[in-house]
């Protein structure tokens, strides 16, 4: 398997602009996280779904941010508008349970996001 | 709030060397977690903890959970170059379903 796969590794755009991040999990696992990543709070959990219904987005940080899940092989992660404080590098991940012995959630390499 | 303590925040030694992470809860946790990050890429899986007093190794890196299961050790051996990066410790606090992870450690290892 080619691994949890994000689209794209980066992102330049200017305050106000929509930004859309993309996620293709590892096929057959139920979870998905979104993270959000930054030198000042770390890594933060943003939204998980399971079998694609988002079960806790309580991490999400205001109404600019939504993530859907269409389907089992693909979510978004979507800001509008876009704010300068936004910037970080986010993160998806997926995992076949939520916890569970040696199995983890697999991550992908993040989305390098910088709002101007 | 359920949080995870990470100490140091920073590391440097020179290579040969031994050093130790550790990443502390409030909280007994459910199961704890120990994962690699480099920079520019995303986390890499090294072990999980679940028993009290449980103990794990890979190569040179040993991971321990205490008997109360709120605090976890990260032991590296002789370490390398390789082994730079940053060192996360990731946790479910019994009693929720959710993920929380400690600010992380940075590693620096001198050749």
């Known amino acids: 398997d080619a691994g949890v796969i994000q689209s794209p590794r980066h992102e330049v755009t200017e305050m106000g602009q929509e930004v859309t991040l993309r996620c293709k999990p590892i096929s057959g696992h139920d979870y998905l996280f979104w993270y959000r990543q930054t030198m000042m709070r770390g890594l933060e959990l943003l939204i998980y779904f399971n079998n694609n219904v988002p079960i806790d987005d309580s991490g999400m940080p205001e109404d600019r941010f939504s993530a859907k899940m269409p389907n089992a092989s693909f979510s978004t992660l979507k800001i509008q508008p876009s704010e300068p404080r936004d910037s970080a590098v986010y993160f998806c991940a997926s995992s076949l349970y939520f916890f569970g012995g040696e199995e983890t959630q697999y991550f992908g390499p993040g989305t390098r996001l910088l709002v101007l | 709030s359920q949080e995870l303590e990470q100490s140091p925040q920073s590391l440097i030694v020179q290579e040969g060397k031994n050093l130790t992470i550790n990443c502390t809860s409030s909280?007994?946790?459910?199961?704890l977690y120990w994962y690699k990050q480099k920079y520019g890429e995303g986390l890499i899986f090294l072990m999980m903890l679940q028993k009290g007093g449980e103990e794990k190794s890979h190569e040179k890196i040993t991971a321990k959970l205490d008997e109360k299961k709120q605090q976890s050790s990260l032991h590296i051996t002789a370490s390398q170059p390789s082994h730079a990066g940053i060192y996360l410790c990731g946790a479910g606090p019994s009693g929720t379903y959710k993920y929380i992870f400690g600010t992380g450690t940075r590693l620096k290892v001198l050749a």
């Open positions: 909280k007994t946790l459910y199961g």
